[in-house]
């Protein structure tokens, strides 16, 4: 199967804010690990993919972007996924938004429309269900940098809310994290078999 998976595990350890009320979970640290699992999950379908930011730092977009974009001249057959959760506040207090979603650019290829809706069947098949506003066709369309100034098919997965109580406790879970990992995974394999 030829297939190659840029993984963007977004934000870094000195980006500021990104973590729950309480300080347990932090997305930098958790996007990393969950990427590490997708990693192996990927190579045990015999998918190739890449760390877009192997480093613990923030790396900016701009740099992200170029380094996708020169993976995807080698490799035409790359998609990327940039992992993050979400937050309906500034991450001070407890919010009551929670779910998963995807999104897409504004005039996305149709290749980013088919793994975004690949994604967020997976995530709902998974009981994870889209938040309250995920349109009929499993995903948004936003403004997201990585995903407008990339040239290959890219989805942002907001997994999840890291200001909502539940959602925190799932995304710290050993459990919460494999199904986040298998649920990418699953819809990669999809969208490259086809
Ligand atoms: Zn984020």
């Given at each position: 199967m030829k297939a190659f998976v840029m993984i963007d595990n977004g934000h870094?350890?000195?980006?500021?804010g990104k973590c729950s009320p309480d300080g347990r979970y932090r997305e930098w640290r958790w996007t990393r690990d969950v990427a590490s699992l997708l990693e192996a999950e990927l190579e045990r379908r015999g998918i190739a993919s890449e760390l877009l930011v192997p480093e613990e730092c923030d790396v900016a977009l701009v740099e992200r972007c170029r380094r996708a974009n020169m993976l995807y001249r080698r490799y035409p057959e790359a998609v990327l996924v940039s992992l993050h959760s979400n937050a309906s506040?500034?991450?001070?207090q407890w919010g009551t938004a929670s779910g998963w979603s995807a999104w897409v650019a504004q005039g996305a290829s149709t290749g980013a429309r088919r793994l975004a809706r690949l994604l967020s069947e997976e995530a709902i098949g998974r009981g994870?269900?889209?938040?309250?506003?995920?349109?009929p066709c499993g995903y948004h369309e936003g403004r997201f940098y990585i995903c407008r100034h990339t040239r290959c098919p890219a989805v942002l997965t907001e997994?999840?809310?890291?200001?909502?109580k539940d959602d925190v406790e799932f995304l710290l879970s050993g459990k919460g994290m494999a199904s986040v990992a298998a649920l990418h995974a699953d819809a990669l394999e999809r969208y490259y078999v086809g």
């Open positions: 870094g350890c000195d980006t500021p506040g500034d991450g001070r994870l269900g889209g938040n309250r506003h995920t349109p997994n999840m809310f890291h200001d909502h």
